[in-house]
C-alpha cells in the first residue's frame, strides 16, 4: 500500500503552485501543456512562472472558522482535517447531532481549527462527481469520444481478462472496477500520454511514472494510476490521510477546505511528481486545464454525490439465514489494494481448506431487492433502486461468485434468494469464499465508519489492518481470521 502517514525523517518544505489569469480554459480551447512540455522548457532554460501559494493564517488553537459542508463529509473526517475533536465540533454546532452520518453539502459550520505548518493549494482542481464513476457520467461513451479524436489511444489495444479489448474499452474496465470516472482517466492519459491528440505515445517506457516491475505497458500504467487514484481520494473522505510525502520526500498538507476529489489528485501525483512539475500537475493550468479543454467546466455541474444523513437500507448476510458460514476478512478494499476498507469476507463450512467447491446447500444470496446490471468474472452488480444503471443509488458488489450458477444480467433477485456460489474465480484468493461491499452513486462505502455495513444487525469494525477487524452484535462478538475456526463462525439465525 502507498505511503499515507508523516515521516519524521523527511524534509518539510512547503508546496507551490502556478498562478494563472485564466482558471477556466473553454472547452474548445487548444490541448493544456503536460509535464513532457514542461521538461523540454526546463531544458532549454525557458522558467515556468511559479509563485508562492497563498497561505492560511497562523490560526489561534480553538479559532473558528467558517466551513461549508461537502459532499461525504462526516464528522470524525473533518476533525482529523482542521485538526481538532469530534466533541469541538458537536460544541460550537449544537444543531448536529452526535449520530449524524453524513453531512448535508452546503451545511454552514463553524469549525474549531487548530493550525498545521505548510497547508498547501487551496485551489480546486475537480468536484468529487467528476473523480468517482457516479451519475455524472449518464449518456457518456468512452467509446465515442476516443473513436473521435485524433490521438494513439483510439488503435491502442492489449489483451487483459481473457481478450483482446481497445483503448476505450481499457479506459471503461478501469473506471467500472475501481468505480472512477472515465473522464478522468482520459483525462489523466492525456496530460501524462498525449493519449487523445498525439499520434504515438511518448517515449518512455512508463506512461504513467509507475516503477512497479513488470507493470509497464499503459494499461498497466493506468491500472497502478487508478489504484493510487482511490487511495488518495479515500484517505480524504476517512480522515486517514491529511498529510503525504512526493517523491523527493516533501511534505504535504491539502488545505483543510479542500474536496476528496482534488485531494486524492494532489496525492496521485505527488507519487509521481515533485517540485515544478508537481505544482504544475495541481494548478489550474495543469491536470484542471486539460479536463476543462475536453469534457468542460466539470464545476458548473453542482451534483451531490453523497447527500446529508445518507441511511444504508436494511441488509441480510450473504448467505442463507439457517446456516453458519465464517467470516474471514474484515474491513479491507472493495477492489485493488489499499482503501477504501469498503468489503467483507465470508466462507461456506467445509471439510477443507483452499479452493474447494462449496456444497451445494452453500449458496450465497442477495442481501436485499435487486436488479443484477453487471454479471462477470470480476464481479457482480447488484442494483437495489433497479434503474439499471450501477453508478446510481445504492448497489451491492459481489466478487468471487462461481461462473456456473452466477445470477445472470438482468435478474430480478429478492433478499435471501440465490445469487451465486462462492470460489476462488475473479481476483486473488487463498479459499472459496464471497466478497461483499457497497457503493452509493458510485463512491465506496467504508465498511467501518459513520454509515457501518450492517448485515442482518452485525456492526463491522476495522482491525490494524487489512482484513482484520471484528463483527459485534449485542454482546457477541466475531473476529475475522482466514483460519474459518469457531470464532469466526457466524449465523444469520442470531437474535
Known amino acids: 500500500m502507498n505511503k499515507l502517514f508523516f515521516n519524521p525523517s523527511a524534509k518539510v518544505v512547503a508546496a507551490f503552485m502556478l498562478i494563472c489569469t485564466a482558471c477556466a480554459s473553454p472547452a474548445n480551447s487548444p490541448t493544456s501543456s503536460t509535464p513532457a512540455s514542461v521538461e523540454e522548457n526546463s531544458a532549454i532554460g525557458v522558467q515556468l512562472n511559479v509563485t508562492p501559494i497563498p497561505t492560511r493564517p497562523a490560526f489561534t488553537p480553538g479559532q473558528l472558522v467558517d466551513y461549508t459542508a461537502q459532499s461525504g463529509d462526516t464528522l470524525t473526517a473533518l476533525a482529523s482535517r482542521f485538526n481538532t475533536s469530534v466533541d469541538e465540533i458537536l460544541a460550537t454546532n449544537s444543531f448536529i447531532p452526535r449520530d449524524a452520518t453524513t453531512m448535508p453539502p452546503g451545511m454552514p459550520i463553524s469549525m474549531p481549527i487548530y493550525y498545521r505548518a505548510l497547508w498547501s493549494s487551496p485551489f480546486k482542481i475537480l468536484p468529487d462527481h467528476a473523480f468517482v464513476n457516479g451519475p455524472a457520467n449518464s449518456g457518456f461513451s468512452t ?235 470480476d464481479g457482480l452488480a447488484l442494483d437495489l433502486d433497479r434503474d439499471g444503471d450501477e453508478r446510481t443509488g445504492w448497489v451491492l458488489f459481489y466478487l468471487h461468485l462461481a461462473t456456473e450458477e452466477r445470477a445472470p444480467l438482468g435478474s430480478d433477485l429478492k433478499a435471501g434468494d440465490k445469487i451465486g456460489y462462492p470460489s476462488c474465480e475473479g481476483g486473488r484468493s487463498t479459499g472459496t469464499h464471497i466478497h461483499i461491499a457497497r457503493k452509493y452513486n458510485g463512491e465506496w462505502i467504508p465498511a467501518d465508519g459513520a454509515l457501518p455495513f450492517v448485515l442482518s444487525g452485525w456492526i463491522p469494525h476495522n482491525g490494524l489492518a487489512a482484513y482484520q477487524g471484528t463483527l459485534t452484535k449485542g454482546g457477541l462478538t466475531v473476529i475475522a481470521c482466514e483460519c474459518g475456526d469457531a470464532y469466526t463462525s457466524i449465523s444469520g439465525n442470531y437474535p
Open 143 to 377: 467509446a465515442a469520444f476516443v473513436a473521435a479524436q485524433p490521438g494513439w489511444l483510439s488503435s491502442y489495444r492489449s489483451y487483459v481478462g481473457g481478450e483482446w479489448k481497445t483503448g476505450a474499452e481499457l479506459v471503461d474496465y478501469a473506471a467500472i472496477n475501481y468505480s472512477l470516472n472515465p473522464k478522468l482517466l482520459l483525462a489523466i492519459l492525456e496530460y501524462q500520454g498525449g493519449a487523445l491528440t498525439q499520434n504515438e505515445p511518448p517515449v518512455k517506457k512508463r506512461l504513467l511514472g509507475f516503477t512497479r516491475p513488470f507493470w509497464d505497458t499503459p494499461y498497466l500504467q493506468l491500472v497502478l494510476a487508478s489504484n493510487v487514484l482511490n487511495n488518495g481520494y479515500y484517505g480524504w473522505r476517512t480522515g486517514s490521510l491529511i498529510e503525504f510525502e512526493d517523491v523527493d520526500g516533501n511534505i504535504i498538507r491539502p488545505d483543510p477546505w479542500q474536496n476528496a476529489g482534488s485531494a486524492g489528485l494532489q496525492f496521485y501525483f505527488s507519487q509521481i511528481y515533485s517540485g515544478e512539475q508537481y505544482a504544475q500537475a495541481v494548478s489550474p493550468e495543469g491536470l484542471y486545464r486539460t479536463y476543462v479543454n475536453l469534457f468542460g467546466e466539470a464545476w458548473d455541474e453542482s451534483l451531490v454525490l453523497i447527500p446529508g444523513s445518507l441511511q444504508q437500507p436494511e441488509l441480510l448476510l450473504p448467505f442463507p439465514a439457517d446456516q453458519t458460514w465464517n467470516f474471514t476478512g474484515g474491513p479491507h478494499t472493495g477492489w485493488g489494494t489499499g482503501i477504501p476498507f469498503a468489503a467483507l469476507d465470508f466462507a461456506p463450512p467445509s471439510e477443507k481448506s483452499g479452493c474447494t467447491p462449496a456444497k451445494v446447500e452453500n449458496f450465497a444470496t442477495a442481501s436485499a431487492n435487486g436488479l443484477v446490471v453487471r454479471s462477470t468474472t
